[in-house]
């Protein structure tokens, strides 16, 4: 049973930093596509930045150049690592797991998700 669990959320001043971390465990496979998603209030959730196993990376454009997606020494954990935070960045943010070498990207092609960690961006 695969499963996803995401930590480092909380709240802060706009223009801070934090970084989330997300634990994998129970994947046959040393290395998979594993990206971060998040969910406004009202909100489709949304694809923030994702690394396949090659450790090519791909990044929403609201986050490019703020935001950066990596792996941790044993390819079961990843981190983001964000700054330059803004208001609009509140949501509860997602880990996820797709079941392939190379990432597809979207919401549905995720195979596993984690429960999320709450990031609230205060202006």
């Known amino acids: 049973q695969v499963q996803l669990a995401e930590s480092g959320g909380g709240s802060l001043q706009a223009g801070g930093s934090l970084r989330l971390s997300c634990v994998a465990s129970?994947?046959?496979?040393?290395?998979?596509?594993m990206g971060w998603f998040r969910q406004a209030p009202g909100k489709e959730r949304e694809a923030v930045a994702s690394?396949?196993?090659?450790?090519?990376?791909t990044y929403a454009s609201s986050v490019k150049g703020r935001f950066t997606i990596s792996r941790g020494n044993d390819d079961n954990t990843m981190y983001l690592q964000m700054s330059g935070l803004k208001p609009e960045d509140t949501a509860m943010y997602y880990c996820?797991?797709?079941?392939?070498?190379?990432?597809?990207?979207?919401?549905?092609?995720?195979?596993?998700w984690g429960k999320g960690t709450l990031v609230t961006i205060l202006s």
């Open positions: 690394i396949d196993a090659d450790d090519d990376t």
């Open positions: 996820a797991a797709e079941h392939a070498l190379s990432c597809s990207g979207g919401v549905d092609d995720m195979d596993f």
């Open positions: 129970g994947y046959p496979y040393s290395r998979f596509c």
